[in-house]
């Protein structure tokens, strides 16, 4: 008799156990990924993030800063798992539309589905899995006239971070890719072993200001590193005369800065920044979250720019951070930094 024979009832197969109190890896958490209430208001308490979910930031305050009223055109170039984009679509009816933007195809699949769900089908919410950096083409393909407003939350998701086969983690262990689209580009290990050390260490610098720069990429450059805990040992062996908080953070450096590389997220944080005017209506409001100093810098001085232009017509004199009560509810808020402009009344 096979097991596979349609006639009779389906085994029924155990979860596997987990030993300890608490799951400590992604997939044992089936409780927060079957959104069980009791487990997620225990992990939401203690300020963490349920698995493959994630957490809207500052979500008031860019409400407040974009002002969605009904009928108005959205553009959200950063979906992720939809937090924004769901706070936006119901202040944009009746006749309002969001066109939502998502380099990664595989939770872009998962958040499409969810907001559908939700009743916002794809009359009014046109939903692209394409990079931001092409921003201009995919608002001139969706036929939707120029954006009241705008959001870009930057860097990756929750879901991306805390999932281990996509490699972001350094606590967890899995393959050393980094990519935001896995069908697209060269993972890290190939990164890592392609580069010459002057090249490595320049990356860390330029995109994470990582002190020991040289130091590391010494170490680093030009070695086959298989999964994420290989390339994490190999760098805390470094580092052996600091404690353990600069450890830590000398590790999320590094894989900040090599993750930034992996998926070219300057460049093309810099051609949304080029386009943005180019797809927004004359007063339209933009509001944009970045997460360290790298992106601030760049959107600091887009938005300078602009207003020095008479593209903007006024900007944000400094960023917004999360309040204090944000950052201790949530604590993958506290780097945020949020800046806005408000286009020209006469915009082209
Ligand atoms: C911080 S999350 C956004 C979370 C979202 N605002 C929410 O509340 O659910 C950033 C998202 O931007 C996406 N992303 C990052 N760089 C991108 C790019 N260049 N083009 C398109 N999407 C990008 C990532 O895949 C990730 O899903």
Redesign the pocket.
Known sequence: MSQNDPSLPPVHQRRPRYSGKNPRNFNQKYKEHGQDPATLAKVLASGKTPAGT????MVSEILEILGPKPGEIAI??????????LELLPRLQPHGKLLG????PL?FAK?SARIANLGFGPDIAQLVR????SLTKTHTESGLPPANLL?A?????S??LDNPTRGFSTKTDGPLDMR?NPNKGEPASALIQRLPPAELSALLEENADEPRASLISNTLAGKAFASTKHLATAIKSLLRSLNEEEIELTLRRVFQAIRIAV?D?FG??DN?LRQIPLCTAPNARIAI?SFHSGEDRRVKSALETGLSLGTYQSISPSPLRPSAQERSANLRSAPARLRWAIRSGNAA
């Open positions: 994630h957490r809207p930031i959200d170039c950063t979906l992720g798992h939809g937090g924004h984009s933007l998502d380099a990664d939770e958040t394409t990079n931001f950096a959001l939350d930057l860097g990756v998701s879901m991306q935001m998926n997220e093309a944080l949304l979250l």
